[in-house]
């Protein structure tokens, strides 16, 4: 069974950072994108960031220059790293197969679960 797991949310201070990890099981990461989704509350689950399988990635425009994907096939492992949070950038943050509609927006694969996600706080 398709597995992504998030972990590495957690409170920090506005202009702190975070590394989130999605370890992947059962699919070979290489063959795959991957994106990053995040969901506030009382709001729609939204994609932040995606990497292709070329390695191209893309990003939210609210997050462009803050966040990065990178993708690890040794390790099985696509992290986010989040630098200069802000507290709008606080949610529950969730990995997932990804298929692309254009260059730049990209949505969840058909049939996939989403994991439990990790909450990411940022508050003074």
């Known amino acids: 069974q398709v597995q992504l797991v998030e972990s590495g949310g957690g409170l920090v201070q506005p202009g702190g950072s975070l590394r989130l990890s999605c370890a992947v099981s059962e699919f070979t990461l290489a063959n795959y994108a991957i994106g990053w989704f995040r969901q506030a509350p009382g709001k729609e689950r939204e994609g932040v960031c995606a990497?292709?399988?070329?390695?191209?990635?893309y990003y939210k425009e609210s997050v462009k220059g803050r966040f990065t994907i990178l993708r690890d096939g040794a390790q099985s492992t696509v992290y986010l790293q989040m630098n200069n949070l802000k507290p709008e950038d606080t949610a529950i943050y969730y990995c997932?197969?990804?298929?692309?509609?254009?260059?730049?927006?990209?949505?969840?694969?058909?049939?996939?679960?989403w994991g439990q996600g990790t909450q990411v706080t940022v508050t003074a």
């Open positions: 990497i292709n399988v070329y390695g191209t990635a």
């Open positions: 997932a197969r990804v298929v692309f509609i254009s260059q730049d927006l990209w949505r969840p694969r058909d049939n996939d679960s």
